[in-house]
């Protein structure tokens, strides 16, 4: 997976491949598509929510530039598999998840894995984790009209937010860096996500 769907389409970030390499992506679908688990395509995980190929989680992953003393916000925890990859690769993980029944999935499996640096909350991710920001990097694993406000809010000085934006149709990836005047825009290339809903957002 991790030579033929990652490094072979150009991502080089050696911290990102190694967290692929290690993180048992099997554990993160359900039993019945566990034969799937590494292929180069999404996987349903229940809810109407999907996990990112591969490729896609490690793009994501590689943008945000991670160091590894940054404190993370994630809009969108799902199965938890993203999570665990932010989870090695920085210092704290706050991770926002609408649904109850995934965050508390996650929560199990995360904490089987051993990764205490990730604290979850269920809630209404578009308007962020107030009570931790600011965020070094944030993720956001759902498509939206465009990157929430208080999410630009939640970023400090130089944090950067990657999210997909644009509509069922069409979206792009995303990323957005707080400077000292303002924000700059970069967009990496088109994706395909399931819709991110709350009250920034697209509405229920």
């Excluded at 590894?68 to 938890?80: A, I, N, Y």
């Excluded at 209404?124 to 406000?149: M, Q, R």
């Excluded at 967009?187 to 399931?194: A, D, I, N, P, S």
Aim: charged fraction near 25%.
């Amino acid at each position: 997976m991790v030579q033929e769907q990652v490094i072979a389409r150009g991502i080089d970030d050696v911290r990102v491949i190694a967290a692929l390499r290690k993180i048992p992506r099997h554990l993160f679908v359900d039993r019945g598509i566990v034969n799937r688990a590494y292929h180069d395509s999404a996987l349903p995980i229940g809810e109407k929510q999907t996990l990112s190929q591969p490729y896609m989680a490690a793009l994501m992953t590689a943008a945000l530039c991670l160091s590894g003393g940054e404190k993370v916000l994630e809009v969108g925890t799902g199965s938890g598999y993203q999570t665990a990859l932010l989870a090695e690769l920085c210092f704290n993980v706050f991770s926002v998840e609408k649904l109850r029944a995934l965050s508390r999935n996650a929560r199990r499996l995360l904490d089987s894995l051993e990764y205490h640096n990730v604290a979850l909350h269920v809630g209404d991710g578009t308007i962020g984790w107030s009570e931790h920001a600011p965020y070094d990097a944030i993720l956001v694993t759902a498509a939206a009209p465009a990157a929430p406000t208080p999410l630009l809010e939640q970023l400090a000085r130089a944090g950067r937010l990657v999210i997909p934006v644009g509509d069922e149709q069409c979206q792009s990836l995303l990323r957005v860096t707080r400077n000292r005047i303002g924000f700059k825009e970069e967009r990496l290339g088109e994706c395909k996500f399931v819709k991110l809903v709350g009250k920034y957002s697209w509405r229920e």
